[in-house]
């Protein structure tokens, strides 16, 4: 454990250098030069890793997202794989000598359904081997690697001659009709269902020039996800919420079987709670997965636990970690995840079937560990502050390819080793991890950055927050520098040891910025994330003034020149600090909430059950009215910037970011607000390059106008 930390503190002493010579300082257009990777998938074999990498094309101002592959042995270059720019989720065949992957290709100037291909280690033209009219995805080989599973929605031809006039009329019967980052109304007619398709030459002796036929495993009314072949090729597993509305009840995915030659489902297990990572254990009789339980009474925030059920229909999940009191499968929230390509955090099977790996969120960082079935003891894997963004192993479960990201590395792939350590062969011990890539170091050694800061502090009750200060490249403690609060969304979400480019580029702009874990974040258990429910906003907000206290105790904070921001709820607590106190002197509230009343009908998902509220909003107006920034917003002297998306369907702009521009430009307070168009709450972490950087510059821009002087026109009252 001690090589695997001091191996990361290396690399990140070795990628910033304060104070060295020659070097620049980060700018909000470097987005354009990041490299991202996304899905490392090692081969069977652990010889090679295939991935996915991303870049902008700042042109087109598009995200572009390759196959690309590298030797676990290191010392090698990428090589690239496939020549498409919409290529993602590599699956390795199970002799390790073909690729499956899903790709969409544009034609006549549209992007056509993606579509799933084979590529040929050995050489050759990648071919597809789906031509589903809704699109192909989640690509899962079959054991012996003759077949392909995959979901697709398929969208079957009307019998009846098309009318000259087609409506494009809605008839809206469900609660839940829009989602976020999905264009137009959610489609309840067609449905994701498994399909199975043979793999040309996969047998010896087929004819490789054929096309086969894919056949339709399950149909219905539901959607069936996150399939899982048993290792006999028999039958696939999957989850699936087999109610129409299930938002009335809170009701979540559940395991299910079917034959993988087609025929009835079966139910395996529920909990009472949602269910999502499923994996089969080597011997197909166990099913581990990752569920959440509602609570009794439902709660606003549930710990994700790590289950293990056997694979016979009514079998009974035991919870393995319920005494483990940090996130299964969790991570830490920054903005420069891979825009494009998806991550897996799988769980992984010993190859005895004794054992278990899996991510867990603690404390601001994401590591492995690793779970003995027979005793339930939990001991690290990797021990370092980091966030482990995806992962693979190959079948034994011993071997895995990681993608580790810290306050200063956007992300590159890892090998580690775990290997059993005498004399105690149940302890496991990792090999010192080998960096595999090096897709940001050209930019990055050209860069110098901070690296952050933590600090532990008191709150107001004696609770102890976790928070980090990141202080400008070229640092003087002599001089008063502004700060800027930044304020994580969620709310249980949570600041950490990743990457984060607004923070470095405001730093970069001479700012100290202050970034914290408040009362509701994630990674400190089940009763310090919930503790906030039907008290939020509140104590939370007090969290955040401690902190706030604490740097300005440092010295090097000028208390006149404070700034706040933050986004999703983070919007909502920029709104609610500045109705609270005048100690700020700008904010900026991005894809915010001022209206919990007019939030409940609008937002895309529903708050039926009592979640964050006890009643409905017309059973208990006084709590909305309450806990509603607008309520309060007489007490506003802040100069407001709001930043929204025209297609957030998240947190509707009618119930945020207008309410509050039209309530201060009515009481005269300065605000602007800064509309970006086709963007939804995603718009941080993988909008529109070019409206990424937009949006970094008038959060700054708007900062140096405040706390600066540095006035800007566009900012300026017409």
Not at 87 to 113: C, I, N, S
Not at 132 to 160: R, V
Not at 217 to 229: K, P, R, Y
Not at 641 to 665: H, I
Request: hydrophobic share 35%; with cysteine; proline share 8%.
């Amino acid at each position: 454990m001690k090589k695997l930390a001091a191996l990361v503190t290396l690399l990140v002493v070795c990628t910033t250098v304060p104070g060295a010579q020659g070097k620049r300082f980060i700018t909000e257009q470097d987005l354009f030069k990041f490299t991202w990777i996304a899905d490392p998938q090692i081969s069977p074999d652990g010889a090679t890793v295939a991935f996915v990498r991303v870049t902008v094309n700042e042109k087109e101002n598009r995200y572009e997202s390759s196959l690309f592959a590298v030797t676990s042995a290191g010392g090698d270059a990428p090589r690239r794989l496939t020549s498409g720019i919409r290529d993602t989720a590599p699956r390795w065949a199970p002799d390790g000598k073909r690729l499956a992957f899903v790709r969409a290709v544009e034609k006549d100037g549209k992007v056509q359904p993606p579509q799933i291909y084979v590529l040929a280690m050995d050489g050759g033209e990648a071919r597809a081997v789906t031509d589903a009219a809704g699109g192909a995805g989640n690509p899962a080989w079959s054991p012996d690697g003759s077949q392909i599973a995959f979901t697709s929605a398929p969208k079957p031809e009307d019998p009846k001659p098309a009318p000259d006039h087609k409506s494009d009329v809605e008839v809206v019967t469900r609660a839940v009709y829009r989602a976020n980052g999905n264009p137009g109304y959610v489609d309840n007619a067609h449905h994701t269902h498994i399909f199975t398709i043979p793999v040309p030459g996969s047998v010896p002796g087929s004819d490789t020039r054929l096309t086969p036929s894919q056949k339709q495993i399950t149909d219905g009314e539901f959607d069936e996800n996150g399939l899982q072949w048993a290792p006999d090729g028999a039958t696939i597993y999957f989850t699936s919420t087999r109610v129409a509305e299930p938002y009335v009840d809170e009701l979540g995915d559940e395991i299910y079987a079917v034959p993988a030659a087609g025929g009835a489902i079966t139910k395996i297990a529920a909990i009472e709670g949602s269910i999502g990572n499923l994996s089969v254990s080597p011997d197909g009789k166990r099913l581990a997965f990752v569920g959440t339980l509602r609570g009794k009474p439902i709660r606003s925030y549930s710990q994700p636990d790590l289950w293990v059920t056997d694979a016979t229909p009514g079998s009974a999940p035991k919870n393995l970690t319920a005494n483990y009191d940090y996130d299964i499968a969790g991570g830490i929230g920054g903005d420069q995840a891979a825009p494009r390509g998806g991550g897996r955090k799988p769980i992984i099977w010993s190859a005895d079937g004794n054992d278990l790996a899996v991510v867990s969120a603690a404390h601001g960082s994401s590591n492995l560990i690793h779970i003995k079935l027979d005793s339930g003891r939990i001991s690290p894997l990797t021990d370092t502050k980091q966030e482990i963004a995806a992962y693979s192993a190959i079948p034994q479960g011993n071997k895995f390819a990681a993608i580790f990201s810290t306050q200063i590395r956007i992300g590159d792939i890892f090998f580690i080793d775990f290997t059993p350590h005498p004399p105690d062969p149940g302890h496991e011990h990792a090999s010192d991890p080998r960096q595999l890539t090096h897709v940001n170091d050209e930019l990055f050694n050209g860069i110098q950055q901070s690296e952050p800061e933590e600090i532990n502090y008191k709150s107001f009750d004696g609770r102890n927050i976790q928070g980090w200060i990141l202080k400008p490249p070229d640092f003087d403690p002599s001089k008063k520098y502004p700060l800027i609060l930044e304020i994580h969304g969620g709310p249980h979400g949570a600041y950490g040891n990743v990457y984060t480019h607004e923070f470095q580029w405001m730093a970069a702009k001479g700012y100290v910025v202050l970034f914290t874990n408040p009362r509701g974040s994630t990674s400190y258990g089940q009763e310090f994330g919930n503790i906030i429910q039907y008290h939020y906003p509140g104590d939370d907000y007090k969290d955040l003034m401690a902190g706030v206290d604490e740097v300005l105790k440092k010295g090097y904070v000028d208390a006149n020149r404070l700034g706040v921001t933050g986004g999703s709820g983070g919007g909502l607590l920029t709104n609610w600090t500045i109705t609270q106190t005048q100690r700020f002197k700008a904010a900026v509230a991005q894809r915010d909430i001022a209206d919990w009343y007019g939030f409940w009908f609008t937002a895309d998902f529903t708050l039926f059950q009592p979640t964050w509220f006890r009643k409905a909003p017309w059973e208990d107006p006084q709590d909305f009215a309450a806990r509603s920034p607008i309520t309060h917003v007489a007490n506003v002297t802040t100069p407001l910037m709001l930043v929204n998306g025209d297609a957030d369907y998240r947190t509707p702009a009618s119930d945020g970011g207008e309410m509050m521009f039209r309530a201060l430009k009515y009481r005269k307070i300065p605000t602007v607000m800064v509309r970006f168009p086709r963007e939804t709450h995603e718009l941080s972490r993988s909008g529109e390059p070019w409206h990424r950087v937009e949006r970094l510059q008038h959060i700054v821009g708007w900062m140096d106008q405040w706390l600066m002087g540095k006035k800007n026109a566009a900012y300026a009252t017409q």
